[in-house]
């Protein structure tokens, strides 16, 4: 759960200090990023991923939760990888399907991630933007409050919340996205710290435009980019997470399952000489979160240009 | 700086009551106590049970003595399912374990992390970098609960150099899988970071000065770069000191170390609350304590930085 | 799976038989190193004899303690601290004979005091033991009122005659009763020890026992060690001389030590024995094991839904299960398909004629299918339910090859995973639909199984009731013949279907080629250390 703030920091420094330059950051910035090829190749994987994801099921010939009793208890010598017998990726022990079990768990742990830095880009967002705005007492009541909070062991408190009270995806995705938003928080705090002084929002607020207006309408657009490179860096973190939960056995329900429920079991198998439940999903889990890590970066790199 | 100190020790008591609380809260909420067992237990032995831990208290009640247990006696309570054992004791064998290879782990991977970022950037865009990236990026994502059969499946099975689990008060041959499993992902996130810091100081005007003036380049790097280049470094230890602690439970999983990692799970699902609480605790103090140690030493290398 | 308390019923008492403490085959040539070393998948939770709850811990206390009765290879009687015993003519009263060389670790005899204070100390309210109910289940007189804190615990129906002779009253005829003697909480312990270390007297160092061997170390998580114990009366018979038990959490791991040559026996994962089998066939064992897999409906008035309260919609769902692809494609450990309810190796248990068992799949699905639609579900209206099962694996796979199953009849089953203290607890509390259930014989006789659907057991959590049922238990207590009672109650569930039989356990191991004396074919699966050895190649 660890993306590198005080990188973070330098970067929310300057896109503060560059925000009357307006469009052309922007402009420049997409330059830069179609320049650097590990970044572009990042998107173009991606969206490769997301779209198998979505629509390779129609390649499909048997369903992620149907059992191929021909292959059941056999995996190991029926359940290779086969064009034939329609497991173009092989199957699991139970004869299941592992391509369209990929695909579906590709699309869970994409959504984890997702869904998971959304929520923690929302409430960091805003939460750090009014601390920011507001200043004096109440700013560091709410900072305070994000130092306690950091201190406490997220993970355990996760693990608790799973085993308590069961598995549920909702759990999963307010979990996770609760355990990174402080972070988000501090960083937009401080960029808010420096844009509330720009003449426009001084101006907005001269004429009495509301507070919650302010923020809206002025300090959050002009944080955009810094919580853009942050959220694609927050995705690759919160899909490990959710691996981590799935191999504790905590992660979604069957007959659902997620990358690293898939590659979890497959770890566990691989004395049994069934490598491919374990190689195909361990592809697709390592190229999604290298293809994050390229974008974000590139991001990053793209919206602060230094000589990386 | 003593003043900053003493006001981060004062922070960190309501940090430390308000985890108590919401673990303590969250466990009692939960399905089932540590007595539920697939053998109902007849009423009057479970009364006796819970008569005899003080569970048949008011929540209340159990929380203040709780607390105060640990405030006056540093006593943390029996262990409901370990019942030979009480907290401390299971604390005081797990935790030692933990330590030893948490910190060899986090000198492996502080150590060669950081040289391998340094000769990354050094030798920016020829093969050594993309190598040092490619490898660093691929050992990132790699989670342990994959490395860990991995390495079980090839040194222990198929080589026989290296016995598969087991302790031994500390023995080498039963450390290097533990350390191994626990570092990569971290060395491979501080080199990373190293790299890119270094490229970033690198050009900035102080080497160009330093390197200006005549300086080996050796002398530079050493001298006026690393300092600087390290910085980010040192705040991703902080947080990367509780990821460490939740990796660890993979490590005591698969190679038996005895560990407390296995054994804050294990107590969540047993509901052994004293030995969970225990642990919850342990590890919120060593967070705080730790994430002070880095700012300090942030306060030190950095003499910007004012508290 | 946790918490099995086993023992063994043989149904011939044997009274003055000689030990068996490892009896060397004729032939064999002992191995120069005698070390044994096995795999635990959990920490051992106490090494006290009156609070160990566990299985794996009573493996470890059967080594450290030793009680009235041990068990040979095939789970018949064999004398322990006691060398025999009388019974009087109203058979309530027990008068044990201890034999005056067993002596404690520390020097001391063993004396029947020692007995006297165990049993006392299980039963009594300030122990708190898990298993003070297991004096309720010997009937020791007045075991249920102490327990219950209504009596002194004095007031147990034993006493020590002398020093060696150990009396004890029970409240009605149990023919059983001497078989129930080899439980590791019925162990004696040593009271001067107890009270000189309070709690801690179970520490390596602290620990004095009776058995064949000392503990040396005890480690949380990573391993218990054990060495042989000169002072043991036996201990010219004993061979292995350090049994070492290590915890691997994970089963995977544990068999791949073993195959790296770290373990001496190990559990077989799920699926794995045939592959095993061929590639190491004097090594591969599959043997029954006292344990029944069911699923079990939610009967229950108030809680259980309406579906399940038709006997129709529970014959279908039971039908519609293909029991040999379980067994044969899942879990392929040679467990045995299962259309009943006790587990069919149990002792003098006759196997009743169960219709559905001899039908085809096809039949029973046919079957289903019909029975379903004269109850009301169909395509248009198809069943819904919920399957609570707790972590693990095994139970993962077979929850969905049934969804599979039951969707090939038209019913919508949705499996529900929760971690096992959720499970137990919702099962308890009448909070489930159908749930994963096993069951593992206390004794080796039928009513440990069949006790559990009577409307007073505690234990009976889908709440079927049946008054025939519950006669017929009643009836069988005080039968000289059960077995012809057993039959009808297997029966009478058959009919009604309270749960879907699924499998019958067997333990599926991998065990070194060297080793002797495993008493793999003890149904309970109670072994001694004592008993092994080691043969030379």
């Given amino acids: 759960m660890v993306v590198d703030t005080v990188d973070m920091k330098g970067l929310s420094d300057r896109l503060a200090a560059t925000e009357v330059k307006g469009r052309s950051l922007w402009a420049d910035a997409r330059r830069r990023f179609i320049r650097n090829k590990a970044a572009v190749a990042g998107v173009i994987v991606l969206v490769a991923i997301a779209l198998l994801s979505i629509f390779g099921d129609a390649l499909a010939v048997w369903t992620n939760e149907e059992i191929d009793f021909n292959v059941i208890g056999q995996a190991a010598q029926l359940g290779y990888p086969s064009i034939e017998n329609g497991h173009y990726f092989g199957t699991d022990d139970l004869g299941r399907d592992l391509y369209s079990r990929t695909l579906q768990g590709t699309r869970i742990s994409l959504m984890v991630g997702i869904v998971g830095s959304f929520i923690a880009v929302i409430v960091g967002t805003l939460y750090g933007a009014i601390s920011g705005y507001v200043g004096g007492r109440t700013d560091q009541i709410m900072m305070r409050i994000v130092d306690i909070l950091l201190a406490i062991p997220f993970m355990f408190v996760i693990i608790l919340l799973l085993v308590m009270f069961g598995r549920s995806i909702f759990l999963l995705f307010l979990g996770i996205g609760l355990l990174s938003w402080l972070n988000m928080a501090r960083i937009v705090r401080g960029q808010t710290l420096s844009l509330k002084h720009k003449e426009y929002v001084e101006a907005a607020q001269a004429t009495g435009v509301a507070g919650f207006v302010i923020v809206l309408r002025h300090i959050v657009p002009n944080l955009l980019g810094i919580v853009a490179v942050y959220a694609t860096l927050l995705v690759p973190e919160m899909i490990l997470t959710e691996s981590f939960i799935s191999f504790l056995g905590l992660g979604v329900q069957e007959p659902l399952t997620s990358l690293g429920a898939l590659i979890s079991e497959g770890a566990k198998t691989i004395l049994y000489g069934t490598i491919w439940q374990l190689a195909y999903p361990l592809a697709f889990f390592v190229l999604t979160l290298f293809a994050f890590f390229f974008v974000g970066d590139g991001l990053r790199d793209a919206l602060d240009p230094k000589d990386r | 700086m003593l003043v900053y100190i003493a006001k981060r020790l004062a922070v960190a008591v309501p940090t430390l009551m308000l985890l108590i609380i919401i673990s303590f809260l969250l466990m009692h909420a939960a399905p089932g106590g540590p007595f539920t067992q697939e053998r109902q237990l007849p009423a009057q032995v479970l009364a006796n049970l819970e008569a005899k831990y003080g569970l048949d208290q008011p929540l209340w009640k159990q929380l203040a003595s709780y607390v105060w247990g640990i405030i006056a006696h540093f006593d943390f309570g029996p262990s409901f399912i370990y019942k030979d054992r009480t907290v401390n004791e299971i604390v005081a064998q797990g935790f030692p374990v933990t330590l030893y290879y948490g910190f060899l782990s986090f000198l492996v991977a502080v150590f060669v992390g950081v040289s391998l970022g340094i000769a990354a950037a050094i030798r920016h865009n020829t093969w050594l970098d993309y190598l040092a990236v490619g490898v660093s990026i691929g050992a990132q994502v790699l989670p342990n609960f994959v490395m860990a059969p991995i390495l079980l499946l090839t040194f222990t099975y198929w080589l026989r150099w290296l016995p598969g689990g087991g302790w031994e008060g500390g023995q080498w041959q039963y450390v290097i899988m533990p350390v191994i499993a626990l570092s990569t992902s971290f060395m491979a996130s501080i080199a990373r970071i190293t790299r890119a810091s270094m490229l970033e100081v690198l050009t900035s005007n102080h080497i160009r000065t330093a390197r200006a003036k005549g300086l080996p380049e050796r002398k530079v790097i050493m001298r006026h770069a690393l300092k600087p280049a390290l910085l980010p470094v040192l705040s991703y230890l902080g947080p990367a000191f509780v990821t460490m602690i939740t990796g660890s439970v993979v490590v005591d999983f698969f190679f038996s170390t005895g560990g407390i990692g296995k054994s804050f799970v294990d107590s969540a699902l047993n509901r052994d609350y004293a030995v969970m609480l225990g642990i919850t605790i342990l590890v919120g103090s060593l967070t705080i304590l730790f994430n002070l140690v880095v700012d300090i030493l942030y306060a030190w290398i950095d003499p910007k930085i004012r508290y | ?537």
């Fill in chain 3, 1 to 537: 799976m946790m918490n099995k308390l086993l023992l063994t019923t043989a149904l011939t008492v044997c009274l003055a038989l000689p030990s068996v403490a490892a009896t060397v085959a004729e032939g064999d040539k002992l191995a120069e190193n005698q070390e044994y070393t096995y795999w635990l998948l959990d920490a051992i939770k106490s090494m006290d004899p009156q609070i160990n709850t566990d299985v794996e811990g009573s493996g470890v206390l059967r080594a450290l303690f030793e009680g009235l009765y041990d068990e040979d290879q095939v789970g018949n009687l064999v004398p322990g601290v006691a060398t025999g015993y009388e019974l009087s003519d109203d058979k309530t009263t027990y008068t044990f004979h201890l034999r005056d060389n067993a002596k404690w670790s520390n020097g001391d005899p063993v004396t029947a005091n020692d007995f006297v204070y165990a049993w006392k100390r299980l039963a009594d309210p300030k122990t708190a033991s898990e298993y003070a109910w297991y004096m309720e289940l010997m009937q020791v007189v007045n075991a249920a009122k102490i327990i219950a804190g209504e009596m002194p615990v004095d007031d147990l129906g034993i006493k020590a005659v002398d020093d060696h002779t150990f009396e004890v009253k029970i409240e009605a005829p149990l023919p059983y009763f001497p078989q129930m003697l080899t439980h590791a909480s019925t162990f004696p312990v040593n009271q001067k020890v107890i009270e000189q270390f309070g709690d801690k007297w179970t520490e390596a160092g602290n620990l004095v026992g009776n058995g064949a061997y000392v503990l040396k170390e005890h480690i949380l998580g990573e391993k218990v060690v054990m060495e042989r114990n000169p002072l043991y009366w036996d201990d010219e018979h004993t061979v292995i001389t350090k049994a070492t038990a290590l915890t691997i959490n994970d089963n995977s791991a544990a068999l791949t030590r073993y195959l790296a040559g770290e373990l001496d026996r190990v559990d077989i994962p799920a699926g794995q024995y045939p592959s095993l089998k061929e590639q190491y066939p004097d090594q591969a064992v599959s043997v029954p094991q006292s344990c029944s897999y069911i699923y079990m409906f939610n009967l229950d008035e108030a809680k259980g839904p309406a579906a399940l309260k038709d006997v129709r919609v529970r014959k279908a769902l039971s039908y519609a299960i293909d029991r040999d692809i379980i067994v044969d494609k899942i879990l392929q450990g040679g467990q045995a398909p299962s259309y009943n309810w006790t587990h069919a190796a149990t002792a003098g248990f006759e196997m009743p004629d169960i219709d559905y068992s001899h039908w085809t799949q096809e039949e029973r699905n046919t079957k289903a299918k019909e029975l379903l639609a004269e109850a009301g579900y169909g395509p248009d209206n198809p069943l819904k339910l919920t399957l609570n099962y707790n972590t693990s694996e095994n139970h993962k796979k077979i929850a969905i090859a049934v969804q599979q199953f039951w969707k090939g009849v038209g019913v919508e089953m949705t499996p529900n995973n929760m971690e096992w203290k959720v499970h137990t607890d919702k099962m308890q509390n009448q909070d489930f639909e159908v749930a994963r259930y096993a069951w593992c014989g206390d004794y080796n006789e039928a009513s440990t199984y069949l006790d559990l659907f009577t409307s007073y057991s505690g234990h009976n959590n889908g709440k079927f009731f049946n008054d025939r049922y519950d006669a017929i238990m009643k009836e069988s207590k005080t039968s000289a013949n059960p077995a012809p009672l057993y039959k009808e109650a297997e029966q009478i569930l058959a009919e009604n279907m309270p749960f879907a039989p699924i499998y019958q356990y067997t333990k599926v191991e991998m065990i070194k080629p060297d080793m002797r004396g495993m008493s793999t074919h003890n149904l309970m699966q109670n072994w001694y250390i004592k008993d092994m050895y080691r043969v030379a190649n």
